[in-house]
């Protein structure tokens, strides 16, 4: 079985400042994980995601990730916080990549991003 | 930019009452899923759909639900005898066959489901 966890179900940061939002994987198979984005009253919106091919991925809005096999997490990240940053970041992983598969996500991360 | 739509956003019924929710996948996908969220909890799986047939369900997708996808642009979920339990978030995801992003999943905004 796959699971994610997400250390710290609210995070704030000033603006400016640097995003980090935590998400730990288990799986027993190479996993494929993906972080999402929620944003007040609208679906979860893609931000990147890992399928095996490099290990620091970059997203949208200047979100980028690192799959660390030996620490088996895949932390989210972006230098500077911007007001608009503010949601719930999820992560997700899948046991393989093509279609069919389904997610697992974690409990998600708020981030709250203050002036 | 596709998308992938929901409705109602929100539906409010009495225990025992049956509901469906409605989903128009992005128009060239082939995978369909359905997710719930209850308050406070994470993102759940519930059932993925591939050619007119389930792919692939969880323990929480009992015989109380059901998934069809009744022409060439919907795809419901049908909870039969609605139970306080099952008030959540649903969200609708769609994904294509092939091509250059087969493993990503688009979501939909979602409906919020309120059983009294």
């Known amino acids: 079985a796959q699971s994610v966890t997400q250390l710290g179900s609210h995070v704030s940061v000033s603006e400016g400042a640097l995003v980090l939002l935590r998400c730990n994987y288990s799986s027993s198979v190479p996993p494929y994980l993906f972080w999402y984005v929620q944003y007040p009253n609208q679906g979860l919106q893609l931000l990147l995601k890992y399928t095996s091919a490099a290990t620091l991925v970059k997203g949208i809005n200047g979100f980028e990730a690192e799959f660390k096999k030996s620490e088996t997490s895949f932390h989210l990240t972006k230098p500077s916080a911007h007001m608009s940053d503010a949601a719930e970041y999820f992560c997700?992983?899948?046991?393989?990549?093509?279609?069919?598969?389904?997610?697992?996500f974690g409990t998600g991360t708020q981030l709250k991003v203050e002036l | 930019e596709p998308e992938v739509t929901q409705t109602p956003s929100h539906q409010v019924t009495q225990m025992g009452q049956e509901v469906i929710l409605r989903c128009v996948p992005i128009s060239n996908h082939l995978y369909f899923y359905w997710y719930r969220q209850i308050l406070g909890q994470k993102v759940e799986f519930l059932v993925s759909f591939y050619n007119n047939e389930i792919s692939e369900k969880s323990e929480i997708f009992d015989d109380q639900f059901s998934v069809e996808r009744p022409d060439g642009s919907n795809f419901t979920l049908k909870i039969r005898s609605t139970k306080l339990e099952d008030s959540a978030m649903y969200f609708c995801?769609?994904?294509?066959?092939?091509?250059?992003?087969?493993?990503?999943?688009?979501f939909g905004p979602g409906t919020r489901l309120t059983v009294l």
């Open positions: 995801a769609s994904s294509d066959l092939g091509g250059p992003q087969p493993d990503t999943q688009y």
């Open positions: 997700a992983v899948s046991p393989d990549t093509g279609g069919g598969n389904k997610l697992t």
